[in-house]
């Protein structure tokens, strides 16, 4: 248990529908992450939030909509989706986007399916 | 470009010792993780390097050169729940984080 919590853990979707993964951490930190994680291939940054603003947008397609209402949730809108958006979601958090050492606590992911 | 080399897979022994290297090629150098990930789970923070040398906590240690870009996770008496994935990471000169793409390792009885 590392205090960030995802759901659903698992999702499948046609490519017509509307989805949104939830992100939630309990550890009072103030950046969130969210990252796609593809078999045998390195994380891909997509987001980052910093005390509720939008700090990087890592040149992701529209069809992915982040929503960040507060420090402690995060929010992935997922429509028109594409068979290659399947892949693990992870959402991460940390105390802030300023110390480059600091430790991310990692969810345990969303399994998303794209039929 | 930036770049991240770890074996993809490793095979060890319930007791023996193995070494994972990490080999990176970044824009500049500001740190390097080391996270473990079981299958289906969350990666979990295991260490921090910045400076050169060997860094121990308990069973795990890691090492830095930066010379040579180079780390290694170093891990000890080997157990069946260290069968994972272990994360190399490396921050940037622009403080972006730059992952390897993972090593699996399977521990055999």
């Known amino acids: 248990e590392t205090g960030v919590t995802q759901t659903p853990r698992h999702l499948v979707m046609g490519m017509t529908n509307k989805k949104s993964l939830k992100c939630e951490q309990h550890l009072g930190h103030n950046a969130m992450y969210w990252y796609k994680q593809s078999a045998k291939k390195p994380l891909e940054l997509m987001f980052v939030y910093n005390f509720k603003e939008q700090t990087e947008n890592n040149s992701v397609p529209s069809r992915f909509s982040p929503e960040c209402p507060n420090s402690s949730h995060l929010f992935l809108h997922l429509h028109t989706l594409q068979p290659e958006d399947s892949a693990l979601y992870l959402c991460a958090s940390s105390q802030d986007r300023g110390d480059p050492a600091e430790e991310q606590f990692f969810g345990p992911g969303t399994r998303l399916t794209v039929l | ?109």
Request: charged share 15%; with cysteine; hydrophobic share 35%.
């Open chain 2, 1 to 109: 470009g930036q770049n991240i080399d770890q074996p993809t897979e490793m095979t060890a022994t319930e007791g023996a010792i193995v070494q994972i290297n990490c080999t990176y090629q970044t824009s500049g150098f500001n740190g390097l993780f080391w996270y473990q990930q079981h299958a289906g789970e969350a990666p979990t923070f295991l260490s921090y390097n910045v400076l050169d040398g060997l860094e121990e906590k308990g069973r795990f240690s890691s090492f830095l050169s930066r010379s040579k870009g180079y780390s290694y996770l170093l891990l000890k008496e080997l157990q069946m729940k260290d069968s994972a994935s272990y994360l190399c990471a490396v921050i940037d000169s622009n403080y972006q984080l730059i992952w390897g793409a993972g090593t699996k390792l399977i521990i055999k009885p």
